[in-house]
């Protein structure tokens, strides 16, 4: 049974129509008070507490059409209680579609008017697979329509016809693909680093796990009853998908994070708020002002002023940011943690082959583990010496 309040059936004094308010918008029923009028609102009743939203009119624009449609994203897409990346872009590309066709009828958007706002993409130089994927999510919106019976079927037939963007068959560019970044880039700018990033990047670049995932550790997290421990993150990438993510844990990377494990099971071990704490205290022992003069620690503060504190735990974006800045200080090319997936992902499948760095990855097929895991020239080369 729903928990909905049942909006009522009433009469339209103006045209002695009966109407009942639903989602916001008044649907008129025919007569008041006749027996097609109850039915007609009895019938709206039920599939509004079933949770759907009625077809009111053949009216709805696509403004109209995305208001509601953006209720079902905010609900939807959430992880762990907090909206993913998908809602960001969401937004973006449905202000693109209101711009252009905020006030046509939602049935009237047809596979042309689809192309217009891929063309639109096109200009403003998105690359082929983001336009793809953007156009996918208007497909997504008018799926979702057509089951709640707010646009015809017809509708999202006619945009399927639209076929993706094809490499070589477009003025849209590809993005380059993401390269192992060279281990004497990452030792040149470690040293550059607050402590706590360098440890994530050395444990990333041994354990080959994602951004995420070393942002994400907690001690709970961990199996250490054997002698090669086991993480298994709470949140991951392929976790809708109902895989089990393992990364396994050896020596050296235990003891990376051996220091971090003295505080509270579910505490994260990289903190950007200790970091922060860490920062300061070597600022203050680095200090040459006496202690009798100028600002004490903590006094130069006023309450309110601070914009930002330090979370819990670093994001995929605070993340990359602190490479970036130590990338500058060191004076190198920026390079970013993604890149330490596939510089993994290489060394692993040099030394145990594709099947061991699949493993290790967490990559349900091989030809994925074939994107990170970059080919061995030298290995080719050596083959070639030996077999002429």
């Not at 050395?202 to 080959?208: A, E």
């Amino acid at each position: 049974m729903s928990d909905r309040r049942i909006p009522k059936y009433r009469r339209h004094k103006a045209t002695g129509q009966a109407v009942v308010s639903l989602h916001g918008r008044d649907i008129y029923l025919g007569r008041y008070n006749t027996a097609a009028s109850r039915l007609a609102y009895d019938r709206l009743i039920i599939e509004y507490l079933s949770g759907g939203h009625v077809n009111a009119d053949d009216g709805l624009t696509v403004t109209e059409l995305i208001a509601q449609f953006w209720k079902h994203v905010k609900a939807y897409y959430q992880k762990n209680g907090q909206p993913t990346t998908e809602v960001r872009e969401f937004k973006r590309i449905l202000g693109i579609v209101r711009k252009f066709y905020g006030d046509l009828p939602a049935r009237e958007f047809t596979p042309l008017k689809l192309k217009a706002v891929r063309q639109e993409l096109m200009g403003k130089g998105l690359c082929r697979k983001s336009i793809n994927k953007h156009i996918s999510r208007i497909r997504n919106m008018f799926r979702w329509a057509t089951e709640q019976e707010l646009v015809p079927p017809d509708v999202l037939h006619g945009l399927r016809a639209v076929q993706g963007l094809r490499r070589g068959r477009t003025t849209a560019p590809d993005r380059p693909p993401v390269q192992p970044v060279e281990e004497s880039l990452v030792t040149a700018t470690l040293p550059h680093m607050p402590p706590i990033v360098a440890d994530m990047v050395r444990f990333q670049l041994i354990t080959g796990c994602r951004p995420m995932e070393v942002c994400l550790i907690r001690a709970m997290d961990i199996d250490r009853s054997g002698d090669v421990w086991i993480y298994r993150p709470e949140s991951h990438k392929t976790e809708h998908h109902g895989r089990e993510r393992v990364i396994p844990i050896g020596p050296t990377a235990q003891g990376i994070i051996a220091a971090y494990l003295d505080r509270e099971p579910h505490e994260y071990l990289f903190s950007p708020r200790e970091s922060e704490r860490l920062r300061l205290l070597d600022v203050h022992r680095k200090r040459r002002t006496p202690i009798s003069c100028g600002n004490r620690p903590g006094t130069n503060r006023k309450r309110g002023l601070l914009k930002r504190t330090p979370g819990e735990h670093y994001t995929t974006q605070t993340y990359a940011r602190a490479i970036g800045r130590a990338c500058t200080k060191a004076n190198v090319e920026h390079w970013s943690p993604n890149r330490l997936r596939h510089t993994a992902a290489t060394r692993i499948r040099q030394m145990y082959g594709i099947e061991g760095a699949q493993i290790v990855l967490g990559h349900a097929r091989a030809d994925v583990t074939q994107v990170y895991a970059e080919r061995d020239l030298s290995k080719a080369l050596d083959i070639a010496r030996k077999t002429g």
